[in-house]
C-alpha cells in the first residue's frame, strides 16, 4: 500500500495496487474504461457489462438518450448492478494516435480527473480504476501509468473525501510498470 500524504493534513488517502479483475472490487466506485457510445464493448468494458447485468446498460442507455455520446476524457455514473461494488462511473479514454501525444496525455489526465471528481460528487470514497486506453486503444502502457498516477496523486493532494484509490491491473506489465512508479 502506498500513501498520498499532505503536508498540512497529514496521510489522508492510501493508493493500492492489486493484480485482479476489477468486477471483484468491494469499493464504492469501479471505473469502467467504456467507449463513446456507452452501448457496452470488449475488454473490461465487456467484462463490467457481463458481471453487473443489463441494469448497467439501462441506464447507459438513459444517460445517452439526455446527454448523447460521452465526449473523450469525462465520465458518467450508473449502478454496478450484480457486482460487489456500488456504483460504476464510466469513463471514455484517448484513442493512441487520434491526437498528439501530449493532446492524449491530457486527456487519459481527464479520465482520472473527472472520474474522481464524480466519486466526490456522490460521496463515493474509494475508487478502482483500470488501466485506461492501455488495451483496444493502444495507448503505450509506461506513457499511460506515468500520466494516471501523476494524475490521482495530484487530484488527491488537494482533497479530503477520497480516502481511497486502487489501480487495478489486469496484467503483469502494468502491474510492474505501476509498482515501479509507485514504489
Ligand atoms: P481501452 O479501450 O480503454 O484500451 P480495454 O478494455 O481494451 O480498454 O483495456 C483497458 C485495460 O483494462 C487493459 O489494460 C486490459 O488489460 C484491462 N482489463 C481487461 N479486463 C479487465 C478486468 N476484468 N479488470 C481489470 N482490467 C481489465
Not at 93 to 115: F, H, T, V
Not at 151 to 174: G, K, M, P, S, T
Request: proline share 4%; hydrophobic share 40%.
Amino acid at each position: 500500500m502506498f500513501q498520498a500524504i499532505d503536508q498540512k493534513a497529514g496521510v489522508m488517502a492510501s493508493i493500492k495496487l492489486i493484480k485482479g479483475d476489477i468486477t471483484k472490487e468491494s469499493v464504492d466506485a469501479i471505473v469502467n474504461a467504456a467507449n463513446a457510445s456507452l452501448m457496452g464493448g470488449g475488454g473490461v468494458d465487456g467484462a463490467i457489462h457481463r458481471a453487473g447485468g443489463p441494469a448497467i446498460l439501462e441506464e447507459c442507455k438513459a444517460i445517452r438518450r439526455e446527454c448523447g455520446e460521452c465526449p473523450t476524457g469525462q465520465a458518467v455514473i450508473t449502478t454496478a448492478g450484480n457486482m460487489p461494488a456500488r456504483k460504476v462511473i464510466h469513463t471514455v479514454g484517448p484513442i493512441w494516435g487520434q491526437q498528439s501525444p501530449e493532446k492524449s496525455d491530457e486527456l487519459l489526465a481527464n479520465c482520472y480527473r473527472n472520474s474522481l471528481s464524480l466519486a466526490v460528487r456522490y460521496g463515493l470514497k474509494s475508487v478502482a480504476f483500470p488501466n485506461i486506453s492501455t488495451g483496444v486503444y493502444g495507448f503505450p502502457k509506461e506513457r499511460a501509468a506515468v500520466v494516471a498516477v501523476g494524475a490521482v496523486q495530484a487530484f488527491l493532494a488537494v482533497q479530503a473525501e477520497i480516502e481511497e484509490v486502487r489501480f487495478l491491473c489486469f496484467d503483469e506489465e502494468n502491474y510492474q510498470l505501476y509498482e515501479k512508479l509507485l514504489g
